[in-house]
């Protein structure tokens, strides 16, 4: 009788906080999901202090993550992915869902398994509350053992891998035929590779043309080159400065005294000139393939 009370008064506490919640069925031989074996997410992990939020939660017991392993995989694996970086039919990633990140026991989850989100393509599955709950709890085990920026747990770290694997005298002639018009080795690259020592710097330094953001990316470094612009007025009067802008209908421009001016463009009026120093590189992306790439990497990281 003392139970019973004591449930119904459970129950009327949680309605009038507006978020009822039925208590999932014990699993035969093991725990309820709410309740995690020690050692978990909040355990030691190995001298490694946890640095995430999902790291410091408790993990269900091993029977509740297998359950939730094997509904996630049959009902939500197809949209989200088994890793959960978004599968073949389109679902979002939930390795950096807010939703997720902060629901602790399915009380956010379980609101969209049920249909919350179904204006947003996101439709209602019929699990009865223990499943749903082993599905967040699964969904959590997973985001403790992500990796940096979200990398899905078991995928290889990018910085640890050796990018020096191409052949440095296939580089160097890839590098006479198609950079030598511009740059030298013995000038404007001389002792590249001690300026960058790391050989991934080095790689997305000359294939961006100095950016350091990958291929064909730009970085917007310190060094970075500004584009210039020649914009020559209908009545020959000619415009040089850097490059702020450039539309269909406007260019804008910085001139040598620092005074920013705009001109309104109709069509070929004025004439607009832009001298883009990166130009080059961006043609080369286009057409540059991984050997080529790694084997000016590898001839560039012997000049030092």
Request: glycine share 14%; net charge positive.
């Amino acid at each position: 009788m003392k139970r019973a009370v004591a449930v119904i008064v459970g129950a009327i506490a949680m309605a009038g906080s507006g978020m009822v919640w039925a208590q999932p069925p014990e699993p035969q031989g093991g725990g309820a999901p709410r309740g995690g074996a020690p050692g978990g997410r909040g355990g030691n992990r190995g001298g490694r202090g946890p640095t995430f939020p999902q790291q410091t939660r408790q993990l269900a017991s091993a029977e509740i993550l297998a359950r939730g392993k094997a509904v996630y995989g049959v009902n939500c694996g197809a949209c989200h992915g088994a890793d959960l970086r978004g599968g073949d039919q389109g679902g979002p990633s939930l390795l950096r869902s807010l939703a997720a990140l902060s629901d602790q026991h399915a009380e956010v989850i379980a609101p969209i398994v049920r249909g919350a989100r179904q204006d947003q393509a996101m439709p209602a599955f019929n699990l009865n509350d223990y499943d749903v709950t082993a599905v967040a709890e699964d969904i959590h085990n997973v985001l403790a053992k992500v990796g940096t920026q979200a990398r899905p747990p078991g995928a290889v770290d990018p910085s640890t891998l050796n990018v020096l694997v191409g052949n440095a005298s296939a580089g160097q002639a890839y590098f006479q035929a198609k950079c030598a018009n511009c740059h030298s080795v013995t000038g404007d690259l001389q002792g590249i590779a001690s300026k960058y020592s790391d050989p991934r710097t080095l790689q997305n330094t000359w294939v961006s043309g100095g950016g350091g953001s990958g291929r064909g990316g730009r970085g917007g470094g310190e060094n970075m080159k500004r584009p210039t612009v020649t914009v020559t007025l209908p009545n020959g009067k000619v415009l040089d400065g850097v490059l702020v802008r450039k539309v269909d209908f406007v260019v804008t421009l910085t001139l040598p005294d620092g005074t920013r001016k705009s001109v309104a463009r109709e069509g070929d009026v004025p004439k607009v000139q832009v001298h883009d120093p990166y130009e080059a590189h961006k043609k080369l992306v286009t057409s540059l393939t991984d050997d080529d790439m790694h084997n000016v990497t590898a001839y560039l990281a012997t000049i030092k």
